[in-house]
Structures are given as structure tokens and as C-alpha cells.
């Protein structure tokens, strides 16, 4: 893999160390995406509102800004060879601005602007003749367009916001028609504000497919990843899926066509459901490196982290092999806010497969992501031997009170 790999006129040459990389969002996924650039001897600087950001650990410096802060993403980006970000929620004319002083911010606008919006991923996902589940536009407070689309679409329903929903945020089950009165208060959103209304899927299981494309256009995908969430959050990843082949080539053929159309060079992140019958439809996209995907800091050849780096300072993609099956669990925080201390970590990695993630956040809320384990399969094992391990491991820890 790789051999081929040529430096053309056409593409601007690629960026190389100890030039700086800047990060829009210092939270565990900024932190990780540092270790990989760091280890590659590139400079970080993040864009963050907390000044202790998981980030700010492996930064050179943090510029304390909101997502939205135009004065400090600009002061953030001025020594920067090239800019990513970590999380969808950054303003797009931030980084238009960017962009505009000669700065290339990759993934890009685009990106941010069609992933940023559920209709508009929606439409864009449609147009590429990629299939979704059955789903219609409403606004909030209005009944009727409700009714209409509830008449359409079926029950059970999930009623998701448009605009501002993650880890399950902004997002309501509808189980059966009866239930739509309360749906608007339950979302939480203002009258007026955009909404999706969708048909909630029977899977047989839910995949995401983390795909890299270079400068080039070269579009290198990892193996699927099986994951199991609890209300919106993810909860464990299986790697590999256990999927047929094709299952595999599909997913990956979806994650190509979309990051082609998006234009997008770095990670591009599919998360899918695998029907009963094969097939597989697009529930949501994220421009960037995923929950999901962590285990291949483990059990890859090359971690999406690393590989979201050199996919945006234009370097050659690094192989995409699973190396071992395994599995990854998140650890979660749980209980009343107050100073993150882990409890119980010499037992769990008492297990000598098992590695332990933990992202520096200083205090523990309740089902915030904390930090993660991953498990690696024993000789001859499968995924989900791994993943018995990764929840052994996992029971063994608990947040000091
Ligand atoms: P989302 O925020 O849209 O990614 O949704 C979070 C999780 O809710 C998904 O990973 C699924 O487990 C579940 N979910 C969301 N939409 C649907 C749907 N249309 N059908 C079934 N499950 C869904």
C-alpha cells in the first residue's frame, strides 16, 4: 500500500514537520489527533473555551475562545501550516475566515456546513443515491406538518432536531402515533426551529465505516466497526464487524462516494444501519475522526488519528489493516458532578490485553465520555471475545466519590 504514491504539480506539496497544526475543539478527539501529530513531531494549537481542555495536555498553546469566536480562532490559526477540527459545532464562517487568510482548513467548510444540519446532510446524503430511512422536514410546534409526516414515515418515529444534536441530544422516540402531543416538549427546541422526522429502523446492527481521503484523492477505508449504543451514546465497538465481505465493500463504497462528493480531504465517518436483508442505510456523517474508530489506536496499523494527519498535511495514507480483533468500551462518567478520580485501574489492566484511554477531564458528569478501554482478542479469539474482556475490565473501574 502506498508504493504508488507520486507528488504531483497539481497539489500543493505536502506539510511537513515541525510546521503546526491548529484544532478547532481541544476535547478527547483534538487530545488524541495531538498525540498523533505530536509523535510525528508537528507543532498543535488549539481553539477551546476551557483553557484545561483534554487538548491543552498535548498542545503547544491553547487560544481560549468559543466555536464561534472569530478574534481567537483567527490569533489560534496565524502559525498554523493547516487547520482541522474535531467536532461539528464550529461556526463555518470561522472557517471561511480562516480559509481566507491562506490557511487551508481541511476537511473544509463544506463539510462542516452539510453535516452541521440534518436536512441538509439529509439531501446531500439523497443526492448521491445513497439510501436513508424514510424521513420528512417539520418545524417545531407545528401538528399538522406532524401528523402529515407521521401519516408518511410510520410509527415508531425518531423526531431529531436539526440542528445542535449529539451523543443523543435533541433527539425523541416516538413510539406509537398517540405519542406525538408531548414530542415538541420533550425536544426541548423552540417553535419554529427545523426538525427531521424520521422512521426509526429495525437493525440488525449498527456499523460505521472511517474512511481517509488524501489531497490526492486516494480514499483509504478501515474495515466496518460494530457498535452498540445507549439512548445516543455510543457504548462499545466490536472491530472487526463479523460482517460479510460485501457489507464491508458497500460501506466502504458509501464512505468513498460521499467524501468525493463533500470534496473532503482528511477522516470522513459513516455511521450505518445493517438491515435484516443486507443492506445497509446512512443514519448520520461527522467530517472528522469518531468514538467508533478509537480502537484502531490499538489493533490498526494505523490509527485514524495518524491517518487523519497525514490525510490533511497531504501525505501518503498508512495501511488500513486490522492488526487483532478487538473491542473498545466507553467509560462513562456517572453520578453527581465532582473531581474525576478512577478508582480500580491496577485491577483492570490486571488483564494484560486490555489498555487503558483516559482524557483528562477534571470533573465527572453523568454519561460524559470520560475515557475509553480497549481490549485486544486472545490468540485465536474474535471480536467479541475481546469485547468480554473490554466489559470485565470495565466493571473492575469506578469514579471515587
Ligand atoms: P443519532 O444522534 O442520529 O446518531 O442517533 C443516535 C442513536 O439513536 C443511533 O446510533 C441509533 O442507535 C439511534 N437511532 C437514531 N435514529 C434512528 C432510527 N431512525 N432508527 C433506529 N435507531 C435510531
Same mark, same amino acid.
Given at each position: 500500500m502506498g508504493h504508488d504514491w507520486v507528488m504531483r504539480d497539481d497539489i500543493p506539496g505536502p506539510i511537513l514537520p515541525p510546521a503546526s497544526i491548529g484544532i478547532l475543539g481541544g476535547g478527547q478527539l483534538g487530545r488524541m489527533l495531538g498525540y498523533a501529530a505530536r509523535a510525528m513531531g508537528y507543532g498543535i494549537r488549539v481553539l477551546d473555551p476551557?483553557?484545561?481542555?483534554?487538548?491543552s495536555a498535548v498542545a503547544d498553546h491553547v487560544e481560549v475562545g @468559543? *466555536? /464561534? /469566536?472569530l478574534e481567537a480562532a483567527l490569533r489560534m490559526a496565524r502559525d498554523c501550516a493547516v487547520v482541522t477540527y474535531e467536532?461539528?459545532?464550529? @461556526?463555518p464562517g470561522l472557517v471561511d475566515a480562516i480559509d481566507a487568510l491562506g490557511i487551508p482548513v481541511r476537511p473544509g467548510a463544506r463539510a462542516l456546513r452539510v453535516t452541521q444540519d440534518r436536512l441538509a446532510e439529509r439531501a446531500f446524503v439523497v443526492a448521491q443515491g445513497v439510501a436513508v430511512a424514510p424521513w420528512r422536514e417539520v418545524m417545531v410546534g407545528d401538528d399538522e406538518a406532524l401528523d402529515a409526516a407521521l401519516d408518511i414515515v410510520g410509527a415508531p418515529a425518531r423526531l431529531k432536531a436539526a440542528? +445542535? +444534536? *449529539? /451523543? +443523543? %441530544? =435533541?433527539q425523541v422516540r416516538i @413510539? !406509537? !402515533? %398517540?405519542? %406525538? $402531543?408531548?414530542a415538541w416538549m420533550d425536544l426541548g427546541r423552540a417553535s419554529g426551529q427545523p426538525a427531521i422526522l424520521e422512521r426509526e429502523v429495525a437493525f440488525r446492527a449498527e456499523l460505521s465505516v472511517i474512511g481517509a481521503r488524501g489531497l490526492d484523492g486516494r480514499y483509504a477505508a478501515y474495515p466496518v466497526f460494530r457498535n452498540v449504543h445507549d439512548r445516543g451514546i455510543l457504548m462499545s465497538t466490536e472491530w472487526?464487524? +463479523?460482517?460479510?465481505q460485501a457489507v464491508d465493500d458497500a460501506a466502504a463504497s458509501i464512505g468513498r462516494a460521499l467524501a468525493e462528493a463533500i470534496g473532503l480531504v482528511g477522516v470522513l465517518t459513516v455511521e450505518l444501519f445493517l438491515l435484516p436483508d443486507g443492506s445497509l442505510v446512512v443514519n448520520e456523517l461527522a467530517p472528522r475522526v469518531h468514538? =467508533?474508530?478509537?480502537v484502531t489506536l490499538d489493533?490498526? @496499523? !494505523? =490509527?485514524q488519528f495518524e491517518q487523519h494527519i497525514r490525510a490533511i498535511c497531504g501525505l501518503p495514507m498508512g495501511a488500513t489493516d486490522l492488526l487483532t480483533p478487538a473491542a473498545m468500551v466507553n467509560v462513562l462518567g456517572d453520578g453527581v458532578r465532582r473531581p474525576a478520580q478512577l478508582g480500580g485501574i491496577a485491577d483492570a489492566l490486571a488483564d494484560a490485553g486490555v489498555h487503558l484511554h483516559v482524557y483528562g477531564k477534571r470533573d465527572v458528569v453523568? %454519561? $460524559?465520555?470520560m475515557g475509553h478501554l480497549t481490549a485486544i482478542a486472545p490468540p485465536d479469539g474474535s471480536s467479541e471475545d475481546a469485547l468480554d474482556r473490554a466489559h470485565a475490565a470495565l466493571e473492575r473501574l469506578s469514579w471515587m466519590t
Open positions: 476551557e483553557p484545561l481542555c483534554p487538548a @468559543a *466555536y /464561534d /469566536d467536532l461539528e459545532h464550529v @461556526a440542528f +445542535g +444534536g *449529539y /451523543d +443523543g %441530544r =435533541s @413510539a !406509537t !402515533t %398517540r405519542d %406525538r $402531543r408531548m472487526p464487524a +463479523g460482517v460479510p468514538n =467508533s474508530g478509537h489493533a490498526a @496499523a !494505523t =490509527s453523568e %454519561r $460524559r465520555k
